[in-house]
């Protein structure tokens, strides 16, 4: 059973913001929320990580509320090259899942000119 | 660092024969993961390491699957008998603890004919 749901695929055209939303309904008190980002042919790479309220770095945003059972994923100005499939993760903070990734089934975003 | 490090890159092998796949991680992280990929199934977790030993196999699909880590340095997956089914591209990552994020390999694509 997926511990998390996100949409399988998402279509937007460059220079757009993009915001992919996952549902976390079942998300452990301690758990973090994690975003993943995979190109054709290679391994996934960290994107944000965040547990409340918002985090922003170089790359995108991420908007996690209050209750935490939803996290959101903004992509600011897209351009093709973040034509990617985009996987949120939960990761528990300690006890005996710590360290464990567990990857859902990702959302495919496809950039169009 | 060089980052995680696969080899081979690409395998092709006959139904039956023993396949055996590497992974040096990165220097200083504690944790290792192999994952496999496949269109059908997508990004699945196979077992992960902690200080070389592993802590959860629960994705290992059946006796026919076997990983070790002999040193902190050095993992290795083995296929035997492989079959068909089995192909996929299989990854590895490492993270260290404390750290927000899990660095990927590129990849071994494995074909079974």
């Known amino acids: 059973l997926a511990k998390t749901t996100q949409p399988i695929s998402m279509d937007s055209y460059e220079g757009q913001e993009v915001n992919i939303t996952c549902s976390h309904n079942?998300?452990?008190?301690?758990?973090?929320i994690t975003w993943y980002q995979q190109f054709p042919s290679q391994g996934p790479r960290f994107i944000i990580q965040g547990y409340k309220t918002k985090v922003t770095n170089e790359v995108a945003s991420l908007f996690i509320p209050a209750d935490r059972k939803s996290s959101t994923l903004s992509l600011p100005r897209v351009s093709l090259s973040d034509t990617a499939v985009y996987y949120c993760l939960e990761e528990a903070a300690g006890g005996t899942s710590y360290g464990k990734l567990t990857f859902g089934q990702g959302t495919i975003l496809t950039v169009h000119p | 660092d060089a980052g995680v490090i696969q080899s081979p890159r690409h395998e092709v092998t006959e139904m039956g024969q023993e396949v055996t796949l590497r992974c040096k991680p990165i220097?200083?992280?504690?944790?290792l993961f192999w994952y496999r990929q496949t269109m059908m199934r997508g990004l699945e977790l196979l077992i992960y390491f902690n200080n070389n030993v592993p802590i959860d196999d629960s994705g290992m699909p059946e006796d026919r699957f076997s990983a070790k880590m002999p040193n902190a340095s050095f993992s290795t997956l083995k296929i035997q008998p492989s079959e068909p089914r089995d192909s996929a591209v299989y990854f590895c990552?490492?993270?260290?603890?404390?750290?927000?994020?899990?660095?990927f390999g590129q990849g071994t694509r494995l074909t079974v004919v």
């Open positions: 990552a490492s993270k260290r603890t404390g750290d927000t994020e899990a660095f």
């Open positions: 220097s200083g992280h504690d944790y």
């Open positions: 079942n998300i452990a008190t301690n758990d973090y």
